[in-house]
């Protein structure tokens, strides 16, 4: 990352530094990136409805003595752990309490107790799971909403709806829901949430290279400025 740090600016780019680097390592800061969505989507640390996978409070515990809050997991669509293809839960399943107000270290006893769930490897969840999980190391320069949203429909457009618009523009928010069993509400398909833009983004590619690769591929066709700043300006 490139910086000019003047003699008047030192504290300043310091603090912003650590602010970036905080957020772009414990926030969905850059999944708002990779989806376009710095503008619309404030809240990088929602604090409702946390979720925990069992077997990654195990190991964390085994591996760190202490287990934590994923943020891979933060989403409220996310039903599933990217890494071990379970269950989220929002409650312990040994005692009953929310996660959100469970404390971590009472899992050290609770873990104990833990039912044994199988995985669904390669479900729609855990694919799901894992394209968000991949967006979050997302690094680069953020893309903007518009052309997001337009790849993303365009996209759906072709693969889901065989080129009918129509039919994708009324259907597309009821399929995306019946896909991942998620609640989006928003009946139009603009400035919609980082929870609803991630589904919709998933469905039309499946996975993060795939995503990535259409967001950097600029056709001739595309709109203009699919980045926000343009590439001729970096230093
Ligand atoms: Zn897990
Ligand atoms: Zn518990």
Redesign the pocket.
């Known amino acids: 990352m490139h910086r000019h740090v003047g003699q008047f600016g030192i504290g300043l780019n310091i603090e912003h530094r650590v602010t970036e680097e905080v957020l772009r390592e414990n926030t969905l800061y850059p999944l708002a990136q990779a989806l376009g969505r710095l503008a619309l989507s404030t809240n990088y640390t929602p604090t409702v409805r946390w979720k925990i996978?069992l077997?990654?409070v195990i190991e964390d515990i085994e591996k760190h003595g202490t287990s934590y809050i994923h943020r891979r997991n933060l989403l409220p669509a996310i039903t599933h752990?990217s890494?071990?293809a379970?269950p989220l839960h929002v409650k312990c399943p040994s005692c009953l309490e929310p996660i959100t107000i469970h404390k971590l270290s009472n899992f050290e006893k609770c873990r104990n107790f833990f039912p044994k769930t199988p995985p669904t490897f390669r479900s729609s969840h855990h694919m799901f799971a894992i394209f968000v999980s991949d967006l979050l190391s997302y690094n680069d320069k953020p893309f903007i909403s518009k052309a997001v949203d337009h790849r993303v429909f365009e996209k759906l457009v072709a693969t889901l709806y065989n080129g009918d618009y129509s039919q994708a523009y009324y259907n597309i928010i009821i399929d995306a829901n019946k896909a991942l069993g998620a609640r989006i509400r928003s009946n139009r398909l603009e400035g919609i949430s980082l929870n609803a833009c991630s589904i919709l983004a998933f469905l039309a590619y499946q996975t993060s290279e795939a995503y990535l690769d259409a967001m950097t591929n600029v056709g001739e066709r595309s709109p203009r400025g699919f980045l926000m700043s343009s590439r001729s300006t970096k230093t």
Request: overall charge neutral; some cysteine.
């Open positions: 996978c077997q990654c752990c890494l071990h379970t």
